[in-house]
């Protein structure tokens, strides 16, 4: 589970990071990614539609997504903030192929 000063909770950060980060995607997830500078832990924000599929699935993604933040965490450098959107795709994806897709969006957008 993401700690709270790892995560976006206020509507005005993720309009903030969608609208001005850089924008990378992936078979199933669609990253923006702004790097702000500040010295504070790098946090993480997700949107999973109804496209997505029902509660449940959403939850389900929703939780998978998480663990997989939780292991990019040390790599990404501080003061950077991350909104993944899960495609409808994620929904019927297995975590190996979920993590990999995360790792080498996120890679991009670091290089």
Do not use: W
């Not at 993401?2 to 609208?19: C, E, F, K, S």
């Not at 998978?64 to 019927?92: E, F, H, Q």
């Amino acid at each position: 589970m993401l700690a709270r000063p790892n995560r976006l909770v206020r509507g005005d950060d993720y309009r903030t990071v969608v609208r001005r980060g850089r924008r990378f995607g992936g078979a199933r997830v669609v990253i923006s990614v702004l790097f702000t500078g500040e010295n504070r832990p790098a946090r993480f924000g997700f949107i999973v539609s109804k496209q997505v599929g029902n509660a449940v699935v959403r939850n389900t993604v929703r939780r998978r997504l998480k663990d997989v933040c939780l292991r990019c965490l040390p790599t990404l450098p501080d003061g950077t903030d991350v909104v993944i959107r899960a495609n409808p795709a994620a929904a019927s994806a297995p975590f190996s192929e979920l993590l990999s897709d995360v790792h080498r969006v996120l890679a991009r957008s670091t290089a």
